[in-house]
Structures are given as C-alpha cells and as structure tokens.
C-alpha cells in the first residue's frame, strides 16, 4: 500500500531531526573531548542509552532477555564499542564534517562485507552505487589540494566496524528482535567501557555535566525519532535524508570551530547523497523482487 504523501513529509523531518541530534551528539563530543578523556565519554554514551532502557525492561520481565544468539550479540557489542571509540577519537582531532563522511561510508561497505563473508549477491546496479559514493568522499575530502590528517584513516576503520556490526544484526535478526538487540548492545558496552575508568577515569567538572547530560538526551531523541520514521514510511523513501548529517555537522564545525567549508565539501556530499539514494533504490527493488518471485 502506498504511503500518504503526508506522512512522507512527516517521517522525512523526523529523520531530519535525528540526524541534527546525531550531528549535536559529535559537537559535543568534540567539545568535551578538550577536557574529558575519549574512554569517559564513550561510557557516558553507551550508560545513557542503557538507563532509558531500563522502564522497558522493568515491565518486560526477565523472560525477554533470553537469547541463543550470544557469540552474535557479543561480537556486535565488541565491533560497535571499539567503532565508537575510534569515531570520538577522530572527532576530537579532524574536523566535524570529515569524520562525519567517512563514517556515512559505512552503508557503501555492508554489501561489500556481505559479499566477502557470507557470500552474497551484489547486483552491478550497487556496484555503480558504492563507486559513485566512494567518488563522493574522494571529491569532498580533496586529498589532491588538501593535506589529509592520518586520523581519517581511523574514522574509516570505525566505518568498516560500524558496517560489520550493520550486517551482523541483519544474520541476528531473524530470531533476534530489535529491542533485545539494542538492550545486549548497550549492556555490554556499558560494561566493557567501564572497565578503562578503573585507571583512565577522572573527575569531571561541574560545567561538563551539563553538556554530558544533553549528549545522552540528544542521542537518544535521535535513535527514538529515526526509529518513529523508518515505521512510518520506507527506507526508500527516507533513507536519502539520513546523508544530511554531514552538512548539519559541516554547519556545526563552522559555526563553533571555523572550520571551513568549501565548493568541494558540497559537491562530494552531493554526490553521496545521489549514491546513497541509489544503493536504497536498489535494495528496494531487490527485496521487492525477492517477494515477488518467492
């Protein structure tokens, strides 16, 4: 059936809106990252989505946390915590805009990481896809004028984690549902990045608190309004939006640390932008395809 066109518009602003909260959630985290140790804002995030956890699990029950699937949930919980790691360090130390790209190349590498693990088909349309979106960042990040710092190769590494932990929850989800997979997930990061503050840990100051606090806010806001959009309308529809992050944290970048923005910048996101539209388009035809012939 149809989507109302109404709808659309309303579950386009939503993702919108999610990726402005996610754009706000580095900001701050490279604000802090000035005085707070990466390891301490890592658990701070991971805690923070966990303590907005816990109504759901109170009157979920204990019954809900059964699982089969725990080398899954473990290595997912392992890949996404050392992806945020490698993501706030190359925040704190290249410009917003750039580690905010190569993290957006995530969605290009899952086929990829499909292809090579568990061996399947990648149609040639999102071959063209995938090379037009790696074109993209090749644009925006100008290496051919622009000394790149040796950072950006972290943030694409954080990229290839997050793309990993991406196509993991596509093997665990069918007989994991999505609520459970996000409750494993910011147990065990919740956990595991507590462990460094036994000697990393350092008191806070009071202003940062502050900024602590919307950060956890922030990030959940996010994942609650991208959640609200993909029920109300298809990926194929709305998924383009979610490539506006870059230029809301390109906007944020200028604005807070002058960091410049140029020609280039706008072209490469344009590009991507086109790419990413495309690999969605793409997937949706496949998936329609495969019902239909099933």
């Known amino acids: 059936m149809e989507t109302p066109q109404r709808t659309v518009v309303i579950a386009s602003l939503l993702v919108l809106g999610a990726e402005m909260c996610f754009a706000g959630v580095s900001a701050l985290v490279k604000y802090l990252s000035t005085d707070v140790p990466s390891e301490q804002l890592v658990f701070f995030r991971s805690a923070m989505t966990f303590v907005v956890l816990l109504p759901w699990l109170w009157r979920k029950g204990p019954s809900t946390f059964k699982t089969k699937a725990w080398r899954f949930h473990l290595s997912r919980g392992l890949a996404g915590l050392a992806a945020m790691y490698l993501f706030f360090y190359a925040i704190a130390t290249i410009p917003?805009?750039?580690?905010?790209?190569?993290?957006l190349l995530s969605p290009f590498l899952i086929p990829i990481i499909g292809r090579i693990w568990l061996g399947e088909r990648v149609l040639p349309q999102t071959w063209i896809a995938i090379s037009i979106g790696f074109i993209g960042v090749f644009v925006f990040l100008n290496p051919a004028a622009t000394k790149l710092s040796p950072v950006v190769a972290i943030a694409f590494i954080a990229a290839c984690l997050a793309a990993f932990t991406k196509t993991l929850i596509r093997q665990m989800s069918a007989t994991e549902s999505s609520s459970k997979i996000v409750f494993y997930f910011a147990a065990i990061s919740t956990?595991?990045?507590?462990?460094?503050?036994?000697?990393?840990?350092?008191p806070i100051a009071a202003e940062h608190w502050l900024a602590i606090g919307i950060m956890g806010l922030l990030a959940v806001a996010g994942q609650l309004g991208m959640t609200k959009a993909f029920s109300l309308a298809p990926a194929a529809r709305v998924g383009v939006f979610t490539y506006?992050?870059?230029?809301?944290?390109?906007?944020?970048?200028?604005?807070?640390?002058?960091?410049?923005?140029?020609?280039?910048?706008?072209?490469?996101?344009?590009?991507?932008?086109?790419?990413?539209?495309?690999?969605?388009?793409t997937r949706r035809k496949a998936e329609v395809g495969g019902k239909v012939g099933s």
Do not use: C, K, N
């Open 96 to 103: 917003l805009a750039q580690a905010t790209l190569v993290l």
């Open 191 to 202: 956990v595991v990045s507590a462990i460094p503050l036994l000697w990393l840990g350092q």
């Open 244 to 281: 506006s992050s870059v230029m809301f944290a390109a906007l944020m970048g200028y604005w807070f640390w002058d960091e410049a923005i140029t020609w280039h910048m706008l072209t490469g996101a344009a590009i991507i932008t086109v790419a990413g539209y495309l690999a969605i388009r």
